[in-house]
């Protein structure tokens, strides 16, 4: 089976949506499946081409046994909503430069598409779909435009609302089938009326067989966030509103995006016990995550249908997760005790975490990490679930 995968991100871009977009490709791969990538120059969340990809116009590669095709784009972390917009919209003309190849089109058997950005996964609809009849899969990662209006990044009854909310409507009507991160996610697609064959795809990270580490001594409690440092994780909030060094605690962030340089300008000016490492390539990261006490997995408010990809990524790690949110994601970390919750903004209640966790008996404690490792060998297994993703596809 030849599989094409049409993404705004992907690796050696940095961050959730390029990891789970490569797992899922390296995954189809593993289980023999051909799989090639559509996708634009890297530049997320650096908002700049990288090096090595600039001066070109597009460029192909093969990483891991994926044929990557890469378009330009115009790159940028701009807080502006319309300078973002306009590198969606460069990458949704660039998708129509395949129409100039429609023999390798002809020969892929299904096609995934990738929602967020709809700007992308409505011009791909309409391409792959629309045009050539082929069978595509809408991989759901987010609810938009209803995440935007909950994390106030657009205002309801606006036109380009309006506009938002006909292209969702069309991509759930035309795709083929769809795929969702979350149940509350396929719940929503089901609500339009929509008897589509659907698959629960969850962002899990492959089985990294780590062995799990001994404790140790949890003063000063070393915690983690590894990932984008964007409005809807607001980690500048959580350090503004917790001094870390204050309850013994340390706190390690990676990553970048569009608060990175407001958070470090704090850190530089205040001792809070927070410390910024930048960036780190995703297997450097792997042999790190192992050796804190737990993770924060913050969402600034409560975004229906999000559970966040970072609390997949740690439980091979048997690292415990303080969430901070509600929905499926809350509901995950309770039902299987992988570690403790709070709610979107409620900081005191998150440090009351911190400290509940730090002062656990150890048996107590490794408990949490035994059942982090437990979920991702059985419930939240990457194998298994690519196993069944397959199936899937190949039914269609």
Known sequence: ???????????????????RISNMAEGLKQQGADVDVLTCLPNYPKGRIFEGYRRCLSKKETINGI???????????????????????????DIWIYILKPFK??????????????????????????????????????????SALELGAIKSGGLYHKVLLWMERFVYKHNWA?????????????????????????????DLNFE?????????????????????????????HINFKEINAELHIFGGGNQADDIQKYVDSNDCGVICHGFKAKDELNQLLGSFHASIVPLAVPIKGAVPSKIYDLLPHGTPILFCGGGEGEQIILEHHLGLVSQPGNYDQLRDNIRLLERLSDTDYCSFRQ???????????????????LLFLQGL
């Open 1 to 19: 089976m030849k599989v094409l995968v049409v993404s705004f991100y992907y690796p050696p871009e940095m961050g959730a949506a390029p990891s």
């Open 67 to 93: 044929n990557i095709h890469r378009y330009w784009t115009y790159a940028t972390v701009s807080k502006n909503p319309f300078a973002r917009l306009l590198g969606m919209l460069f990458f949704a003309f």
């Open 105 to 146: 089109v002809r020969h892929y058997d299904k096609v995934i598409i990738q929602s967020p950005p709809l700007l992308v996964s409505f011009s791909a609809t309409l391409l792959f779909r629309c045009l050539y009849r082929k069978k595509t899969v809408l991989n759901v990662s987010d609810l938009w435009p209803q």
């Open 178 to 206: 769809y795929q969702g991160q979350s149940q509350e996610i396929i719940n929503h697609i089901e609500s339009f009326g929509y008897n589509k064959p659907h698959f629960l795809y969850r962002n899990l990270q492959p």
């Open 212 to 240: 799990s580490k001994p404790v140790g001594k949890r003063i000063p409690f070393k915690l983690v966030y590894a990932g984008l440092l964007g409005v809807a994780q607001d980690i500048l909030g959580i350090i503004k």
């Open 371 to 389: 059942n982090c490792l437990t979920a991702s060998q059985t419930t939240f297994s990457f194998n298994k679930q690519m196993e069944s993703f």
